[in-house]
Antibody
Framework: QVLLVQSGAEVKEPGASVKVSCKTS????????LHWVRQAPGQGLEWVGR????????YYAQRFQGRVSMTMDTSISTAYMELSRLTSGDTVVYYC???????????WGQGTLVTVSS | QSALTQPASVSGSPGQSITISCTGT?????????VSWYQQHPGKAPKLIIY???NRPSGISDRFSGSKSGNTASLTISALRAEDEADYYC???????????FGGGTKLTVL
């Protein structure tokens, strides 16, 4: 079955960077886009960006450009999202989600809580 | 770019039907048939329940249905059950400064 398993919770200081991983299984990694979505406590969903595993091409939401980097390792079917210059506003749960292109997200990881605190 | 507009909350009794609206613009909901809906229970990851406006993934009950008219998409849940109580989010492909935009979410309470 399709599974997306994310790395564990992180606690970071303001100004630091965080890198979250998303290990996939149960499908051909390069056949689907990999999106990242985040959710602040008690708030709604926000699209962060996505990577095309077949080409490595990325597309980021404008408000994260310059601060986010999405990469992948096709040999282990794993995607990564790194966010830099963290602030308290980045205390959220990050989800990875498999996408049929940019149309919809059919399978999701379990979420990774990133807490930014001094 | 602002989020798609959803009502903050809706409620219904078991067995009833409810509809959740999702209003965008011609750059997103109105311009593409790429509207999807997600159900999220507390502490859980979102779950896809409708894609491409009115299609259900395998395993999703036919009590869930979607539609679109102009810049507004809708999710209808019929024959409400207690387990339908959750947050619901719409999403659309967009030609704006982001590829995908979510609604603010709607909390469904089953009375």
């Amino acid at each position: 079955q399709v599974l997306l398993v994310q790395s564990g919770a992180e606690v970071k200081e303001p100004g630091a960077s965080v890198k979250v991983s998303c290990k996939t299984s149960g499908y051909i990694f390069t056949n689907y886009y990999l999106h990242w979505v985040r959710q602040a406590p008690g708030q709604g969903l926000e699209w962060v960006g996505r990577i095309r595993p077949d080409t490595g091409v990325t597309y980021y939401a404008q408000r994260f450009q310059g601060r986010v980097s999405m990469t992948m390792d096709t040999s282990i079917s794993t995607a990564y999202m790194e966010l830099s210059r963290l602030t308290s506003g980045d205390t959220v749960v990050y989800y990875c989600a498999r996408g049929l292109y940019d149309r919809y997200f059919d399978f999701w990881g379990q979420g990774t809580l990133v807490t930014v605190s001094s | 770019q602002s989020a798609l507009t959803q009502p903050a909350s809706v409620s219904g009794s078991p067995g009833q039907s409810i509809t959740i609206s999702c209003t965008g613009t011609s750059s997103d909901v109105g311009g593409y048939n790429y509207v999807s809906w997600y159900q999220q229970h507390p502490g859980k990851a979102p779950k896809l329940i409708i894609y491409d406006v009115n299609n259900r993934p395998s395993g999703i009950s036919d009590r869930f249905s979607g539609s679109k008219s102009g810049n507004t998409a809708s999710l209808t849940i019929s024959a409400l059950r207690a387990e339908d109580e959750a947050d619901y989010y719409c999403n659309s492909y967009t030609s704006g400064n982001t590829l995908a935009i979510f609604g603010g979410g709607t909390k469904l309470t089953v009375l």
